[in-house]
């Protein structure tokens, strides 16, 4: 049961660059999230899905896209990569219908230099 | 608007002492509250949540929490502190009401526990 899994792990790119950040759950939660963790900030909401093809923006949206085509894949294009993009990235999943916790990945350190 | 509020970067333990990890809140309605831990380079365990009902919650590793309505707080304890429990503790708060699922988070509080 591998849960919920990030790729990469670590990215380093450019100014300018587009990116993908990948996030995969087996649990087939209906909810998942893209946050980003930045010292002083906590964590920050980007974007969340509630189901295959239904997205929303968060807290931070600008400068990221996200699509949903299959309920167990949620990635995370940073179009044109900033250097304030460079944080780390979590994705978390949550089934519905009731006060579920939510389950992290393990995270992705991005710089964008 | 929902908001949390963790009002110590760091907390500094003995080992073997209780502990105490400060968390307020503000929701419109009624909240579901939770605790994260973070350990290095890892993403984030859940804790323990309130839900309703009893104000002392217990979760993983010994944990514990109390809600207190009148003040809005939800203050993470433990008896006996462990180095191990050295980690980045998360506050977080739902609105009952909210059918988004999201969360709010705080900004973290450091826990180091000294041997």
């Known amino acids: 049961d591998a849960g919920i899994t990030q790729s990469p792990r670590y990215k380093i790119t450019e100014t300018g660059r587009q990116v993908t950040l990948m996030c995969h759950q087996t649990?087939?939660?209906?909810?998942m999230f893209w946050y980003r963790q930045d010292l002083g900030h906590g964590l920050r909401l980007i974007y969340y899905?509630?189901?295959?093809?239904?997205?929303d923006k968060g807290e931070v949206p600008d400068g990221y896209v996200v699509s949903r085509s299959k309920t167990e894949n949620f990635p995370l294009t940073l179009e044109s990569a900033t250097r304030s993009q460079t944080s780390v990235y979590f994705c978390?999943?949550?089934?519905?219908?009731?006060?579920?916790?939510?389950?992290f990945g393990p995270g992705t350190r991005l710089t964008v230099l | 608007a929902q908001s949390v509020a963790q009002p110590e970067d760091q907390v500094n333990v003995a080992e073997g002492n209780p502990l105490t990890v400060k968390c307020t809140y503000s929701?419109?309605?009624?909240?579901?509250l939770f605790w994260y831990v973070q350990y290095p380079n890892r993403g984030l365990q859940f804790l323990l949540k309130?839900?309703?009902?009893?104000?002392l919650v217990k979760g993983s590793y010994g944990f514990e929490a109390e809600f207190n309505k009148s003040q809005t707080s939800f203050h993470l304890k433990k008896p006996s502190a462990l180095v191990s429990d050295s980690a980045l503790y998360f506050c977080?708060?739902?609105?009952?009401?909210?059918?988004?699922?999201?969360?709010?988070f705080g900004s973290g509080t450091r826990l180091l526990v000294r041997p």
């Open positions: 978390a999943s949550t089934r519905s219908g009731g006060p579920n916790e939510q389950f």
């Open positions: 649990w087939s939660h209906s909810y």
């Open positions: 899905s509630a189901a295959a093809d239904i997205t």
């Open positions: 929701v419109s309605g009624n909240p579901y």
């Open positions: 309130y839900i309703t009902g009893d104000n």
């Open positions: 977080a708060v739902r609105d009952i009401g909210d059918s988004s699922y999201k969360l709010i």
